[in-house]
């Protein structure tokens, strides 16, 4: 059965992505089944979507309370459960206001028009905006060159806004081009997910949040896939002085379903007006519901606090791996429920290594070819912890071993 679905799939289906070769059919807490009925530590969460894990019982209670409520209704109405969620948001962040959209892109898009409807109102000589070498930003060709991976950019045209890109940790260049070049925000990412699980330092963003308000130019932060917990603060610029003019977010924030959007701060959060922007799904009511379902359980349920004790403990022990194989793994880096392992492996031999995970029931992704990348959910027990160090303890062993053979 799981094959014939692999043959629809690759017959109906455009191959925008390396789809591994598993066909899931159900999915609960941290595990997915596929259609054999082989259970998988989801390691992965639909890319640091599923922060609660699988049928988590306040998701399930939303979609059920909302469901039999009403599915959409239109921004023409006021919706309970997105004021709802905007307000929490803004209170657990900072001042401001909230736009919804339907995904991370829809985010940065969102924000990229702010950025301009912004300086138009006070300074036009400022034009463009700032990003790192190695960001995601999105794939919409209003963010496709905001994303500085040229395997992902090259191929397609620029909108017309001047894009600057500079390394992370460069203090000194992101000052020269401030300087030379009067772009109107910076964007970055205060851990990078797919350019490699890079974390800001919090010296670095702070002077470049410094930076930003000496030059009167928008800061502005990606917490797409950072966001909802997964750094063990609900946003990881929370971790830093840091107060950014809009935050991006999306990903984990509707509990599973699609939900993104932005929270602008004083400076901007008045920009938009009727007919600048919006989008006829933003917020779907379920999602809204969702997301208030996601913050209950982070918050009200303690499963945010409760989470930094066990990303530690698995933290530790990538770290006690990298020690005991020096050979074959270059470090570990990342924040929170945000790993990253890199491997002094060839990209072929990461991909054996990863089917083999697999194989034994853990599905973790690979970025930058040669980086393994933890996204558990935040409800990732002890138990599953000690399982997951085992399963590398073994691989990682059997390929160091192999490594002093040769
Ligand atoms: C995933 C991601 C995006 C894009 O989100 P989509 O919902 O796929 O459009 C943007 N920025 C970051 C940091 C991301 O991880």
Redesign the pocket.
């Known amino acids: 059965m799981s094959d014939e679905w692999l043959n629809l799939d690759e017959t109906y289906i455009m191959p925008t992505y390396n789809r591994l070769p598993l066909a899931i059919e159900r999915a609960e807490q941290n595990y997915l089944y596929d259609t054999h009925g082989k259970a998988y530590l989801d390691l992965f969460t639909g ?2 979507v599923n922060v609660l894990g699988h049928g988590h019982p306040r998701v399930k209670q939303a979609l059920e309370a909302q469901g039999n409520t009403y599915l959409h209704i239109s921004n023409y109405f006021v919706a309970p459960p997105a004021v709802q969620l905007a307000k929490r948001l803004i209170e657990a962040t900072m001042p401001g206001k909230v736009f919804f959209a339907n ?6 898009e969102a924000a990229v028009k702010l950025v301009h409807k912004w300086r138009n109102a006070q300074d036009e000589e400022k034009n463009g905006i700032v990003v790192l070498s190695n ?6 060709l209003g ?1 496709i060159r905001l994303t500085r991976q040229p395997g992902i950019y090259q191929d397609f045209p620029a909108v017309d806004m001047p894009v600057y890109e500079t390394p992370a940790e460069d203090t000194a260049s992101l000052a020269r081009i401030l300087e030379d070049e009067q772009p109107a925000a910076v964007l970055m ?1 205060p851990v990078l ?2 350019g490699g699980i890079v974390p800001l330092s919090q010296t670095f963003m702070e002077q470049a949040s410094a930076l930003c308000k000496s030059h009167n130019v928008l800061f502005i932060m ?5 966001g909802m917990g997964r750094t063990g603060e609900l946003f990881a610029y929370q971790h830093t002085n840091v107060t950014p003019d809009i935050v ?1 977010f ?2 984990g924030v509707g509990g599973g379903l ?1 939900l ?1 959007g932005l929270i602008a701060g004083n400076q901007v959060k008045d920009k938009f007006q009727p007919g600048d922007h919006g989008t006829t799904f933003g917020p779907s009511p379920l999602s809204a519901a969702l997301g208030n379902a996601v913050l209950d359980a982070l918050f009200e349920d303690g499963v945010l606090s409760s989470s930094r004790e066990r990303a530690e403990k698995l933290q530790n022990g990538l770290q006690s791996l990298t020690k005991a194989y020096p050979s074959v793994v270059d470090g570990v880096r990342g924040l929170g429920m945000m790993l990253g392992m890199k491997l002094k492996l060839a990209p072929e031999k990461v991909k054996e290594l990863r089917a083999r995970i697999l194989d034994r029931g853990i599905l973790i992704d690979v970025t930058q070819q040669t980086i393994l990348r933890f996204l558990p959910p935040l409800t990732l027990e002890n138990a599953e912890i000690e399982h997951l160090l085992t399963v590398l303890e073994e691989e990682l062993a059997a390929l160091a071993g192999g490594l002093s053979d040769e």
């Open positions: 890319l640091a995904s991370g892109a829809e985010a940065t960001s995601f930003h999105g794939r919409t963010t990412e997910g797919s990606d917490e797409i896939q950072t991006l999306a990903k699609p993104g």
